[in-house]
T-cell receptor, first 112, second 113 residues
Framework: KNEVEQSPQNLTAQEGEFITINCSYSVGISALHWLQQHPGGGIVSLFMLSSGKKKHGRLIATINIQEKHSSLHITASHPRDSAVYIC??????????????FGKGTHLIIQP | DAGVTQSPTHLIKTRGQQVTLRCSPKSGHDTVSWYQQALGQGPQFIFQYYEEEERQRGNFPDRFSGHQFPNYSSELNVNALLLGDSALYLCASNHSHLEVWQYFGPGTRLTVT
């Protein structure tokens, strides 16, 4: 069973700061997801990674397969980025999506 | 194009009762996964349905069961509710052969009293 650890659990920063959220996992994976969850529960998929780096707007996600580690970065953070960021991994290698294993999430607050 | 929809949005039940939650996948998706998210925790995988069969299951008791219909929509049933079943229940869908990017619904908040 894959164990997914995220750090930090809580993060409060000022608007404009560069944010880094880390995720590590214990067993080899086929894909890693970064998700954003706002109050009320709705989850939005931000990235799906199996290697390297992806960028979307102010968000950057990286993964190091050898080190079993991924990071989510937010540049020029804004109060609307305040949310819970969740790392989830897929361990299966078959077609389709096997169930994801989730971290507990990082609660991010960006203050104006 | 509607995304993943779930109903109801909120539900209050009493211990021992049974509950049914519903999910309609995103158009074109044939695979539905269900997750339970307790307050302050990350989601936990319950099970996944594909071609109207349970394809994979997480570490949940048999009180949790599901169904997938020919139109790919799905139901999650929980029998003999316990207080600990209070959680946000999330449904996610994807197309089994095209992508593994899961689209999540807004969730159903279940409170067991």
């Amino acid at each position: 069973k894959n164990e997914v650890e995220q750090s930090p659990q809580n993060l409060t920063a000022q608007e404009g700061e560069f944010i880094t959220i880390n995720c590590s996992y214990s067993v080899g994976i086929s894909a890693l997801h970064w998700l954003q969850q706002h109050p009320g529960g709705g989850i939005v998929s931000l990235f799906m990674l199996s290697s390297g780096k992806k960028k979307h707007g102010r968000l950057i996600a990286t993964i190091n397969i050898q080190e079993k580690h991924s990071s989510l970065h937010i540049t020029a953070s804004h109060p609307r980025d305040s949310a819970v960021y969740i790392c989830a991994v897929r361990s299966g290698s078959g077609g389709g999506a096997d169930g994801l294993t989730f971290g507990k999430g990082t609660h991010l607050i960006i203050q104006p | 194009d509607a995304g993943v929809t779930q109903s109801p949005t909120h539900l209050i039940k009493t211990r021992g009762q049974q509950v049914t939650l519903r999910c309609s996948p995103k158009s074109g998706h044939d695979t539905v996964s269900w997750y339970q998210q307790a307050l302050g925790q990350g989601p936990q995988f319950i099970f996944q349905y594909y071609e109207e069969e349970e394809r994979q299951r997480g570490n949940f008791p048999d009180r949790f069961s599901g169904h997938q219909f020919p139109n790919y929509s799905s139901e999650l049933n929980v029998n003999a509710l316990l207080l600990g079943d209070s959680a946000l229940y999330l449904c996610a869908s994807n197309h089994s052969h095209l992508e593994v990017w899961q689209y999540f619904g807004p969730g159903t908040r279940l409170t067991v009293t």
